[in-house]
């Protein structure tokens, strides 16, 4: 009996000194997580913050992206509406050159024509060159 009973406390004082461990494991791990949510309280705020900056500095890449695509598109049209003014002079001087070849083979032929029909007047009534000089000695008009 006496066997049995010093087992019996061996046993009781190895469960009670079981249920201490357990109960101290527990009350680590309760400490453990309440220290682990006052750190989480204090960390949260700041991962936030982080989160709000990142997608502030997204949002402002993307903005920036945007704005110099449109003024990418701009420019593009701003060459664009360059190239066809530069078309349209190109044109325009190309019709001023010939607007001008025009005015002066108009020019040569009307000089051609009062040539021709000062000499066919020579021609059908000749005048000695000193009467046809009268005039002009005299500055007299010709009417």
């Given amino acids: 009996d006496e066997d049995e009973s010093k087992k019996r406390r061996?046993?009781?004082?190895?469960?009670?000194?079981?249920?201490?461990?357990?109960?101290e494991a527990e009350k680590d791990e309760?400490?453990?997580q309440k220290e682990l949510e006052r750190k989480l309280q204090w960390i949260r705020p700041i991962e936030h913050k982080r989160r709000m900056e990142q997608?502030?500095?997204?949002?402002?890449?993307?903005?920036?992206r945007s704005h110099i695509k449109q003024l990418k598109e701009e420019l593009r049209e701003e060459e664009e509406g360059l190239q066809k003014l530069e078309e349209e002079c190109e044109l325009s001087d190309?019709?001023?050159?010939?607007?001008?070849?025009?005015?002066?083979?108009?020019?040569e032929t009307a000089v051609?024509?009062?040539k021709t029909r000062m000499k066919r007047s020579r021609e059908s009534h000749p005048v000695s060159p000193i009467?046809?000089?009268l005039p002009h000695l005299f500055?007299?008009?010709s009417s």
């Fill in 112 to 114: 051609s024509k009062r």
């Fill in 139 to 141: 500055h007299l008009d």
């Fill in 10 to 23: 061996e046993e009781e004082k190895k469960r009670r000194w079981m249920e201490r461990l357990i109960d």
């Fill in 131 to 133: 009467l046809s000089n």
């Fill in 30 to 32: 309760k400490e453990a």
């Fill in 55 to 64: 997608q502030k500095e997204e949002s402002e890449r993307r903005l920036r």
């Fill in 94 to 107: 190309g019709f001023l050159a010939a607007d001008r070849m025009m005015v002066e083979r108009a020019r």
